[in-house]
Antibody, heavy 123, light 105 residues
Framework: EVQVVESGGGLVQPGRSLRLSCVAS????????MHWVRQAPGKGPEWVSG????????VYADSVKGRFTISRDNAKNSLSLQMNSLGPEDTAIYYC????????????????WGLGTLVTVSS | SYELTQPFSVSVALGQTARITCGGN??????VHWYQQKPGQAPVLLIY???NRPSGIPDRFSGSNSGNTATLTISRAQAGDEADYYC????????FGGGTKLTVL
């Protein structure tokens, strides 16, 4: 079964950092681009960042550029998101999502999503 | 940056056909993907590259894309189709539409 599972969310104070992780199974992780998508309470999904299968292509949304860093470890089937300088606007459920096509350079669609991990930024 | 415009809400009578639009500049030149999200759940891929359905998605769901509008069509609407629907494209970044809440009356 194709599956991704996120972890690392929690309550964090403004200005602090948090690191999210995602572990994948059921597919050849190293062949697929991976993404983080977040969803603030009552809002639609917002794509945060994506990383190509070989980590060469990395793109961030303007809203997180310079604060968040995406990375992957293909040997461990894992994806990470380092989030620094967090603010209340970063409060959301963060989803790990798998790209649908192998070796894709045009990203999307996302055919596998995790259950998400909740990040709450508040003092 | 590229923007996708969806109606905030759409209503459909049980058993009838619902159409949810996604507007964007020359969106017909792009591949459009659609997701369904029910409360408390992650989005699920419904239609990809305009017209294709992943395995397990009923053929009541179909898509089209031309000009400045992509459309998700839900035939024979069921109560279980009540959900939020999002379109998505690639335009140097991943772009989601604002979402449409479907109500089945």
């Amino acid at each position: 079964e194709v599956q991704v599972v996120e972890s690392g969310g929690g309550l964090v104070q403004p200005g602090r950092s948090l690191r999210l992780s995602c572990v994948a199974s059921g597919f050849t992780f190293e062949e697929y681009a991976m993404h983080w998508v977040r969803q603030a309470p009552g809002k639609g999904p917002e794509w945060v960042s994506g990383i190509g299968w070989n980590s060469v292509s990395i793109v961030y949304a303007d809203s997180v550029k310079g604060r968040f860093t995406i990375s992957r470890d293909n040997a461990k089937n894992s994806l990470s998101l380092q989030m620094n300088s967090l603010g209340p606007e970063d409060t959301a459920i963060y989803y790990c999502a798998k790209d649908e096509r192998r070796y894709s350079t045009i990203w999307g669609p996302f055919d596998c999503w995790g259950l998400g991990t909740l990040v709450t930024v508040s003092s | 940056s590229y923007e996708l415009t969806q109606p905030f809400s759409v209503s459909v009578a049980l058993g009838q056909t619902a159409r949810i639009t996604c507007g964007g500049n020359n969106i017909g030149d792009k591949n459009v993907h659609w997701y369904q999200q029910k409360p408390g759940q992650a989005p699920v891929l419904l239609i990809y590259r305009d017209i294709n359905r992943p395995s397990g998605i009923p053929d009541r769901f179909s898509g089209s894309n031309s000009g400045n509008t992509a459309t998700l069509t839900i035939s024979r609407a069921q109560a279980g189709d009540e959900a939020d629907y999002y379109c998505q494209v690639w335009d140097a970044t991943v772009v989601f539409g604002g979402g449409t809440k479907l109500t089945v009356l």
